[in-house]
């Protein structure tokens, strides 16, 4: 039966019954004054993965309450939530490297939409830890789902539907692998104000400033009970329902997990001693400068945005398959783009974007005049690019630098923990101990290499590779010009692994909890390898395969129970 046409559970309350309704849909939990609140189905986090699950399970006539730690908007108190240690290698602050409020972290995304590719979801034998519980085959209807979820086709184009004026190198694709991604062109879908289809539903209750500190179980952790909840003013109340999902992201549902400690001492979800291990990143670094007197075809190609079937497109270089196995590596990528030389003193306009982008608090005003500076950007590229960055080389300006976005290998000792120091609503604060690995570094180096030998076989000029990735340490090493994001995408994945062996991961592959009947985890944290492609389209297709798992599962339960009562004596 498909849930989302069957009979749906009844509410076991309706929560506008019992709260104050200072906006249709949405509560500030400090105003409110219930002890307990029940649903259907309680979601932890409002990003992308609690609403894209969200809207499948209203779809599939659930009742459903989103939980949101932050307000509608920046607000500094509830970054500071996000403060942490980095123990391990570099990093971006902690509470600078995510977002606290309703929409999360992608009101200030790129917008960048690739799905996985099949070798991700393989067993890799060069690769340990990789292989995942699903596969791309199944995964492909999700992601046909998930683009029309973003604005897109079902299908994305390919490199053969590039407009006529860009000449693509002729690469061996036992080699070289030319890949698009896709551009979402509302960057603010997931923001308060594009949500109004969420705000008015019936069955739907936003609460926010509702942190969940811990989550309750029964006497055996077999089932969860409640969730704990507190204000931002010290508030607290309990949030009961049949299923939970924990969507907070990648190191908030590992935090939350960790500090779930009353009946397991370990936290919830970690017999195997696995939640937080396997943090992976995206790292980027300068891979090294590409030498040619084909400057100008090579900017075309690959250092500016194309306009395909009326989408927003961008080429990128990857690996093949045949080449990541028989050289052992990731598959990892790089684009070739205009950028300063190592060492050199950044230009004042990258300094005043990252200002605008990075220096100033992400409030709704600041987001806007970044958003308007980059749609200026993007209006006047066309125009000025590549003829911008082709004087530029000519002037020696700039080189056609290799910008590394790679794939990094999991890693059990690359971890998110918890730390001694509390955060002002009691959590326990993180610590970061990321660590990268020498198959990273080898997999760039090979992808490098391979680039070099296929630009001189075609005569199109050579590759100088950079000096760190021939270093006898092997170290990742980053550069601060080669990116507004330089040591990596902000993408925090694995930490809650997906696998169908509880010693191998955290959550089935539809994301429940093992061990748990009805806990559920979404987003990037499931990842048990990165691939190259931004994790945005993959974190909404598996929502959207997790909803639909836990409708099914609702509407066979209720079914079962309907029939119980019908069949016990009055």
């Given at each position: ?11 076991l309350?309706?929560?506008?019954d ?16 219930f002890?307990t ?39 500094r108190?509830a970054a ?29 995304w ?26 791309y ?8 789902e ?32 030319l ?23 019936p ?42 999902v ?49 400057v ?12 395909v ?17 028989r ?27 990252n ?38 080389h ?7 630098a ?14 998110v923990?918890l ?16 660590r ?23 005569g ?54 093992h061990?748990i009947?009805?806990l ?17 389209l ?10 639909d ?22």
């Open positions: 039966m498909d849930a989302r046409a069957g009979d749906a559970p009844k509410p309350h309706d929560p506008a019992r709260l104050p309704s200072e906006r249709p849909g949405i509560v500030d939990f400090d105003r409110t004054h002890d609140h029940a649903t259907d189905v309680c979601i932890i986090g409002s990003g992308v993965a609690g609403l894209t699950l969200a809207r499948r399970l209203l779809a599939a006539g659930r009742t459903v309450t989103l939980l949101e730690s932050g307000g509608t908007d920046y607000e108190a500071e939530l996000n403060m942490g240690e980095n123990v391990g290698e570099p990093y971006y602050r902690l509470d600078h490297a995510r977002l606290r409020f309703f929409g999360g972290t992608a009101a200030i790129g917008g960048r939409l690739a799905p996985l590719e099949p070798v991700d979801f393989e067993r890799r034998e060069w690769v340990p830890w990789s292989g995942w519980p699903v596969t085959e199944e995964m492909r209807p999700y992601y046909a998930a683009r029309r979820v973003f604005g897109l086709p079902a299908e994305g184009p390919g490199t053969a539907d590039l407009p006529r004026g860009v000449s693509l190198p002729d690469f061996d694709p036992g080699r070289i692998d890949k698009l991604w896709s551009f979402d062109r509302q960057p603010d879908r997931f923001t308060f104000a594009r949500c109004a289809d969420l705000r008015s539903h069955r739907c209750t936003i609460f926010t400033h509702a942190t969940v500190t811990a989550i309750e179980t029964d006497h055996d952790a077999g089932r969860v009970t409640a969730l704990a909840v507190r204000g931002s003013k010290g508030r607290s109340a309990r949030f009961t329902a049949r299923t939970y924990l969507a907070a992201g990648g190191i908030e549902n590992a935090r939350v997990l960790l500090a779930s400690k009353a009946v397991v001492p370990q936290g919830l979800g970690n017999g195997h001693d696995l939640v937080g291990r396997f943090f992976m990143e995206h790292p980027h670094a300068r891979g090294g400068r590409v030498e040619t007197p084909y100008w075809r090579l900017l075309k190609a690959f250092g500016r945005r194309h306009c079937q009326r989408q927003l497109v961008a080429v990128l270089i990857g690996a093949s398959k045949a080449l990541q196995a050289e052992a590596m990731l598959n990892t990528s790089l684009t070739i783009a205009p950028r300063q030389p190592a060492g050199k003193s950044q230009f004042w306009g990258m300094r005043a974007y200002r605008v982008k990075h220096d100033l608090d992400p409030t709704r005003r600041a987001r806007s005049a970044w958003l308007r500076t980059k749609k200026l950007v993007q209006a006047v590229q066309p125009i000025v690019d590549p003829a911008r960055p082709w004087l530029l000519k002037l020696n300006r700039i080189e056609l290799l910008l590394v976005r790679a794939e990094q290998a999991p890693n059990p000792d690359s971890r923990t730390s001694a120091e509390r955060d002002r609503l009691g959590m326990p604060r993180v610590a970061l101990d990321w990268t690995s020498e198959l990273d570094v080898h997999s760039v180096e090979r992808l490098v290499a391979a680039l070099g030998s296929e630009m001189e076989r075609l199109l000029g050579r590759v100088e590779p950079a000096a760190w990735l021939s270093e006898p340490d092997r170290r990742w090493r980053t550069d601060p010009l080669i990116s507004a994001h330089p040591i990596g995408g902000y993408h925090h994945m694995g930490t809650t692994r997906m696998a169908e062996d509880p010693k191998q991961g955290v959550a089935d592959g539809h994301g429940r909890v061990g009947d009805n559920y985890i979404a987003g990037s944290s499931l990842f048990p390898t990165s691939g190259w492609a931004n994790p945005t993959t974190i909404a297709a598996l929502s959207l395969r997790t909803a798992a836990i409708a099914r599962r609702d509407g066979v339960a209720v079914a079962q129970a309907s029939s119980a009562r019908r069949e016990t004596p009055s």
